[in-house]
């Protein structure tokens, strides 16, 4: 009779050992299946295990290739040693099988097709496929900027129709200045100031100012600085005073003049200097024909 496998011993992931499983499988699959879900559980601990050293710094002084390799056998050893006491999940993996078997214990050949992913290194975590990872993100990104435009059309609308401002130029500037909403104003208590457009606080402003760091830009270089922002009582106030700023400012008198010509009325936005970001009429124009008025 062949006896239990007893891997507490061994060095972690020792490919003879797969070969004893396999003939321990033959004369008592029940034993070996315990030896196998012990090997996982190993497998489990040594991933744990690794994963915690990332995330600790290695930039110490006695860091190097020869230490991260020793300290990775060591773990893989340990890992070996804490399994071979158990933790609990061996027994669970067990239990499992059995039930999917019905009962019975699983046969030679697909003992020993598991034993042989058990001694093989495991494999390195990847990314998901790319197309999983490009469609969720997307879909949630898009609906998030579908809803901050439902929310505020009703606005831009009522706006549009007493200044001629175009919907879709005051949605643009209020997403691409706010980040669709989720990088909006704050005032020094945490509410909210409504400036969807940051439009700064000058002289002539005598309602509530917030005053945040903001990027800017000198000569194509970025740079932070903190500037006073208006403030309003809610997004139809906010509303109002820009499309008041685009249509009364001679300033932007260019701006009106474009008709529905969506990058023409981004590089007069730019022109007339109401950002200093360089590339700020490209992003005006990406986002405007991201809007659906149609909801």
Avoid: C
């Amino acid at each position: 009779m062949v006896k239990p496998l007893d891997t507490s011993s061994k060095l972690a992931l020792d490919t003879q050992s797969l070969e004893q499983l396999r003939a321990q499988a033959k004369h008592s699959p029940d034993q070996a299946l315990k030896a196998a879900a012990q090997q996982f559980e190993s497998v489990f601990l040594n991933m744990m295990l690794k994963s915690m050293r990332e995330a600790t710094p290695q930039d110490g002084m006695f860091e190097s290739e020869q230490t991260k390799m020793f300290t990775g056998m060591l773990d893989q050893q340990l890992a070996q040693s804490m399994s071979s006491r158990g933790v609990g999940l061996a027994d669970i993996m067990v239990k499992q099988l059995s039930l999917n078997m019905g009962g019975q214990m699983p046969n030679v050949d697909s003992l020993s097709k598991s034993s042989s992913a058990v001694f093989a290194p495991p494999p390195p975590l990847t990314a998901p496929p790319a197309t999983t990872m490009s469609v969720l993100p997307s879909a949630y990104s898009e609906n998030a900027q579908q809803d901050f435009v439902n929310r505020m059309l009703p606005f831009a609308r009522q706006a549009g129709q007493a200044s001629g401002v175009p919907p879709q130029l005051m949605l643009g500037q209020a997403a691409l200045e706010s980040g669709w909403g989720k990088r909006e104003i704050r005032m020094a208590d945490g509410s909210n100031s409504f400036n969807l457009f940051g439009i700064k606080a000058n002289a002539s402003w005598n309602g509530k100012v917030a005053e945040v760091m903001t990027t800017e830009y000198k000569n194509g270089v970025a740079y932070k600085q903190v500037e006073k922002f208006r403030a309003y009582s809610s997004y139809a106030e906010a509303f109002q005073d820009y499309a008041g700023l685009i249509s009364n400012n001679p300033r932007y008198a260019d701006v009106l003049q474009q008709g529905s010509d969506v990058a023409g009325m981004a590089q007069a936005i730019q022109k007339a200097g109401y950002a200093t970001d360089p590339k700020y009429a490209d992003k005006l124009v990406s986002i405007m024909g991201k809007i659906d008025l149609t909801g």
